[in-house]
């Protein structure tokens, strides 16, 4: 099974930063090219993923359903899509021969679910559903992991609305919404302008995290004015149209994409609403994608040392390691009581942590060994009972991972030091 | 695409109660023929209960994972199950002309998984890996809506211990488990004897719902000595073999089923572990699988009245719904405030039941109107501010449906009912 899998680069050997560090971690394991399984840690972390991406689409308004992954031929000719995707799009055919691909996005389902509600009135709009689920892609090269695979989880919302002017304003509230998401997991992004590609539309912004090992190629306006896919540039355009400053390239994990699609779909379905006329009318319509398996490798990617995870804070697995002393340690048993005593009085005062804290009992190792293992795991935080627990009053030794620094706190200082630590 | 769902039943006709009620309610859309969208009140549910399944899946040490649905053929062929499961299994191949199946279940793929960490001590036994992930079946006859579908989504564990009376022990454990949840979900269900399948092994329970459109067939000794499903007896067993009793029959929808699979899987893959005697040694496992979304429609089947949905109330889309007073009645202005005020408390006091409350305020319509409307989606309680609203002090109308009883009650009357209500 590793073997196939290895296909990706040179045999068994992973391609990029993200790549190695999960798989040394135990936090993916390659099944077939381009699929993994995901470990605990992992599901810990998306799920906390997902949770941000539900409060963000539900402050927008989203209303969360679940469409099927396969998906009749008959619908994806209809738009056009089952020739234009080629060898990308996964097929199939059922027992009475009947060909369906597996959904890589699913603007045909919705568009179809949407136009069979009749009586849908222009008070109703705007509908902005979502959804958050496995999504298939024959990729010609998977590889990077989590970045490029061919079974990934993707969280995609499709919006109708009643006129080119409330849906352009959904637009850029859904733009809005992202950029908000992006901030509160705390990683360097770039919304840059795209081309429509498969899905098509008239307008497109990517959202990507600026990394070596990025697959797009970005031109950005230093004063920040201007910033795209070069794909988007005329071959000649160098600097900045706004300020003229000659245009920076960077590479880019595209992480976010959205398109404002128009008619193209609801026309080809007949999605429609009547308006105040009372009028049967298209709905205008515009789609939104984010990468959830893409965005924990991505995050990983451009927050990690080389050879220690980095998660955004708010998604980290689990958010606090203890440590308690070495077995036959003087520290040993005194120093196990006041750790448990601060495990205790963290669970009382902030009872969401309780849960995202694990203890490393494996107390036949050295502190430093596994104070290197938790540091390569990725806690934001890791409580040590150290040599100083048995001071009067007793020290802790506390590791903020992603700010770099120790500090040596009582117990009071350690919960308060981590009720600023938020879980989703 | 409603046109070739109709291919269930008569075209267009749903086949039992819970698909008529679901689909009636707008609670799924279908898209193909086993293949349906579930709509928002849907998602909310499926996510209550899997959030019941998690926590009585981590309460016997289970943690979660996550595997592709894309699973290799030559995976499945070291099984035998690649030409065992003849039709009901969905194929394909990918742009290489490598073959897949859609996972209906994922043995191969988590003893492969196991089998890869080398290393494994007795020590860190036993293993419980669960996950719940859309599977995929070629049904020859899909029907009953979500009953049985060709996608759907499963609760599956796989279990790992180091001696067979270790794994024995896990696979009453398990069983224990399943029990109660079923009993927290307010379920009657049945636990009979059933033939190990496709999937193997040498020892397996079903769990089953009575129900008329069930399809399986169960022989019951009526002082419950004896339960099983009919494929298990041989052919003259009419009697309990325990009190003697006639056995009777009652049909039954399988919401669970259990396996004790020894090493079938495990000595294919080679999952061993090393033994206190420091040798390799195959894993004994089991494996055991709740039915998601069939659990959702196998419930509104056997809870529900003719023309109103009724869900356990532990796991209903929403938990309150509040009617005010009909535009233009005399109560109008002073009955929406007080039933406002009702919220507001409510949100205060009992701050889990705030997202899990619905206003109706299409109060263009009479409050008997919307009044059905409520009871047909089966909101557990209907708050109504109707004609004594306006008494001194205000008396609201609740209605308590899963107990089909009305009360009325002062503000802080209310309350106290729904403080025992519980969200997962």
Known sequence: VGGQAGSEGRPGEPTCRSQRLMLQAGLIHPTSPGC????????????????????????????????????????????GRWDQMGPELFRLQDRHNHGYCLGPTHEELVTALVASQSGLSYRQLPLRLYQVTRKFRDEPKPRFGLLRSREFYMKDMYTFDASEQAARRTYEQVCHTYCRLFTRLGLPFVKVRAATGSIGGTTSHEFQLPADVGEDRLALCPQGHFAANVEMLNGEQTSCPTCGEKLT????????????????????????????????????????????????????????????????????????????????????????????????????????????????????????????????????????????????????????????????????????????????
């Open 249 to 424: 390239e960077s590479k880019g994990i595209e992480v976010g994409h959205t398109f404002y699609l128009g008619t193209k779909y609801s026309s080809v379905a007949n999605a429609v609403f009547s308006s105040a006329q009372n009028k049967p009318q298209l709905a205008e319509m515009g789609c939104y994608g984010l990468g959830v398996t893409r965005i924990l490798a991505a995050s990983i990617e451009v927050l990690s040392t080389e050879d220690s995870i980095r998660w955004p804070s708010l998604i980290a697995p689990y958010q606090l390691c203890f440590i308690p002393p070495k077995r036959g340690s003087k520290e040993e048993e005194e120093g196990a009581a006041l750790l448990e005593q601060v495990y205790d009085d963290l669970a009382q005062a902030l009872p969401h942590l309780a849960g995202d804290s694990v203890l490393d009992d494996r107390s036949q190792l050295t502190i430093g060994k596994r104070l290197k293992d938790a540091k390569r795991l990725g806690y934001p935080y890791v409580v040590v009972a150290g040599k100083r627990v048995c001071e009067d009053p007793p020290v802790f030794e506390v590791w903020n991972q992603n700010a770099s620094e120790v500090l040596f706190l009582s117990k009071e200082g350690v919960i308060e030091l981590l009720s600023k630590v938020q879980v989703p």
């Open 36 to 79: 993994y399984c995901y470990l605990p840690p992992t599901v810990r972390a998306m799920e906390k993923l997902i949770k941000v991406m539900d409060q963000e689409m539900q402050a927008v308004g989203g209303q969360k359903l679940n469409l099927p992954s396969l998906c009749s031929a008959e619908l994806w000719r209809a738009s």
